[in-house]
């Protein structure tokens, strides 16, 4: 059990790694961040309707299930309300715009954006052990495109590529945090709040894929190419569900 929570610690801070790293080496094309935005949105919607809702219902109730989805989707919204959205494009701005400062201000929200995306990773684990390593996979997969528009604009503005690739990274902190908070705590509330908080981590993933993920990775330049890749991360849900 210890390897298990070791491994998706690790897995979970992946994304800003890889994804800072990636914005000060070369940055990939849009069309392949679509698609991993598409991808790991799949996965999400999978995991909260086959795992985590399932899981909040059979711990405590329908009713409690729901006012959770509730929950957790009114606490994302005052969220987005606060903090930038992440978009591939933003790594490659208009010139006159201060770069530097967009990153910065990007690198604040995302700090903000990603503690309840690591005490999902936790709160899986109420459904079961695999579930909470899928949302860690589909967390990390959705975190390189904002570790890209992070880490790149800063570089391009400070040709700083160390500075630019660890002040990017600090993102996976936030992940830290919440993984800790929520791993702590869940030895000491109820069944029933169990359970409101896994449909609360439910009503999370469901936003931040139906508010970020696809209308960003529907953008202007792409085809059919990111439904198939959000249809490819469904299945890989359900497949892994048999395995």
């Known amino acids: 059990m210890q390897q298990d929570i070791v491994l998706i ?50 711990i405590s109730s329908i009713f409690i299930c729901v006012i959770g989805i509730i929950i957790g989707t ?85 040709k700083l590529r160390l500075k630019s690739f660890l002040l990017s990274s600090t993102t996976a902190i936030p992940i830290l945090v919440g993984f800790s908070i929520a791993f702590i705590l869940r030895n000491f509330i109820s069944t029933n709040m169990i359970g409101l908080i896994v449909g609360a981590t439910a009503g999370f993933m469901i936003y931040i894929t139906a508010d970020e993920i696809i209308p960003t990775s529907c953008g202007e330049n792409t085809s059919h190419n990111t439904i198939i890749s959000l249809i490819i991360g469904i299945l890989f849900v359900i497949i892994l569900g048999f395995l």
């Open 9 to 58: 610690l690790f897995i979970s801070v992946l994304g800003p790694i890889i994804g800072s790293f990636i914005g000060v080496i070369k940055k990939p094309s849009e069309r392949f961040m679509y698609n991993m935005l598409a991808f790991a949105g799949g996965v999400m919607l999978s995991i909260s309707f086959l795992e985590l809702i399932p899981s909040s219902i059979k």
């Open 74 to 158: 009114i606490i994302m919204f005052f969220l987005d309300k606060l903090i930038p959205h992440i978009h591939p494009e933003l790594s490659c701005q208009e010139h006159g715009r201060n770069l530097k400062r967009t990153s910065i201000f990007l690198i604040l929200g995302i700090f903000l954006h990603n503690i309840p995306e690591g005490m999902a990773i936790v709160l899986g684990s109420e459904s079961a052990a695999q579930a909470s390593l899928v949302i860690a996979i589909a967390i990390s997969i959705h975190n390189i495109p904002e570790g890209i528009c992070t880490s790149a604009p800063y570089y391009n503005e400070t």
